[in-house]
Each structure stands twice: as C-alpha cells, then as structure tokens.
C-alpha cells in the first residue's frame, strides 16, 4: 500500500516504476576521495542502501533489484572481497528481525556455491524467514555474472533436449525466462548506476532488454532520497513503447 504522504507531491504513484534494479558503484571512490580506506565506503554504501530499500517500501515500489557482488568482483584485493562477503553476513543477521518486521522478502541471485558456508547459511535463513512477506521484493546478486547465467540455461536446456525431455520446438524466450535466476521476478523498468559509468558490466543482460536506464555522476554512498526520487521524476517522462509506434505519431 502506498503511503501518499510519504511520496513526493510531483511523482505520480501511477507511473512509477513498480521494479527498480541499481548498479551500486562509487563506494570506493568515495571513501579515496575522503582520504578513508576503500572498506569505510562499502560501510556507507550499506547505510545508503538501507535508506533506499525503505525508501522503496515508502513509495510503493514493489522489488528493488541490487548488484551486491559481481563474477569479476574476486579480481579485487583479498583484503576487500572477504570484507565485503563478512558485511554482507553481518548486515544479513544485523538487519533480518527489522526487514522481516517491515514485511521485505529476501532473495539472492548468483551463484552461492562459491561463498563462505557461514554466509550461505545466513543467505538460506534470510531467504527462509521472509518467503512468505509481501511488502516488497528485495533480490540480490551476489557472485553474479549475467553472462554465466545464461550459460547456465544453455546447458540445463540443452541437458533436457538430449534426455529427450524437451523438443526443440519447445525452446522459447518465454522457458529461457524461466531458467534464470529472476525466474519468478518481472523484469526491472528502471535501472539505475551511479557513479558516472555508463554500461551494465555483466548485470541483468537478458533482463534488461526493455528497461529504462538512468545513469548519475552521484557516488552511490551519496545517493539518498532525493537523488531517487530524480531518477524517478526523470523515468515518468519516458515513453514506454516497447517497440511499438506512439499512437499520435
């Protein structure tokens, strides 16, 4: 339900984008430029992620989508990857009685396999506890790579035509949607970056195809309230027309 008098007077509660997914980028940048270490960034990073997931609840925003940890990301320094896969355990165990309480369902996108099994553990409590909370979707893709993801489908369908449990007449964009790790989750309308880059670096490549993106210079420790609520003023001037032609045109 959407709370009117938490959402700005110029946004039209029709029109806003009921999935937003973000490319979470800056965090080091900012903490170099404050003169602090790259782990203080990823610290704030969290904050501001935290205000963003409640700042979805407030204004009727159904599931907000985030890149946490990319494939690539394991080529940084040692120091920094274990840092960030202990933050995420801690903010899990930190954070799960509040988003449980504000009615957030958990879910994380990659390839866990790969994490510490601490941390897949907390991952499968977090999952377990909130499957049932309907306030809003909050996905995230931790060991994530969109290019390994849709490997992957190639491979199970390819595994189910040889056994001969699918025919190839069979294959469709709808069944590949099926196999992803979005499976049960409609696309994003809008994507956000932060931090000035301009490309998807491996994020959400197949669900993407018809998304609104909206790139800001803002590092992604400074994106609060009213810089979402700028991409979301931005987003409702879209016309959304999914390969079809504008009727007054």
Not at 42 to 71: M, N, P
Not at 123 to 136: C, F, G, L
């Amino acid at each position: 339900m959407i709370d009117l008098s938490k959402l700005p007077s110029d946004l039209n509660p029709q029109l806003l984008p009921p999935h937003v997914a973000i490319i979470m980028d800056g965090n080091g940048r900012w903490a170099t430029k404050k003169g602090l270490p790259r782990v203080a960034g990823h610290r704030q990073g969290a904050r501001a992620l935290k205000e963003l997931l409640r700042c979805c609840k407030d204004w009727g925003i159904k599931a907000l989508t985030v890149y946490a940890f990319s494939t690539e990301n394991w080529r940084r320094p040692f120091a920094e990857v274990d840092f960030l896969l202990m933050l995420f355990e801690k903010l899990l165990k930190r954070e799960l009685a509040q988003m449980h309480q504000e009615g957030v369902r958990v879910s994380f996108i990659g390839d866990l396999s790969a994490l510490p099994e601490s941390l897949q553990n907390q991952i499968e409590r977090s999952q377990k506890e909130t499957a049932q909370n309907q306030e809003i979707y909050f996905n995230v893709a931790v060991n994530y790579g969109s290019r390994n993801e849709i490997t992957r489908v190639c491979h199970q369908i390819a595994t189910k035509v040889q056994q001969g449990k699918l025919k190839l007449e069979e294959i469709s964009e709808s069944l590949i949607s099926q196999h992803l790790y979005t499976a049960n989750t409609p696309d994003p309308d809008l994507l956000i970056r932060t931090s000035g880059e301009m490309r998807l670096s491996n994020f959400l490549l197949w669900q993407l195809a018809y998304t609104e993106m909206y790139f800001t210079n803002i590092l992604f420790p400074d994106f609060d309230r009213n810089a979402f609520y700028q991409a979301l003023l931005d987003y409702q001037k879209r016309d959304r027309r999914f390969g079809k032609i504008a009727v007054s045109a």
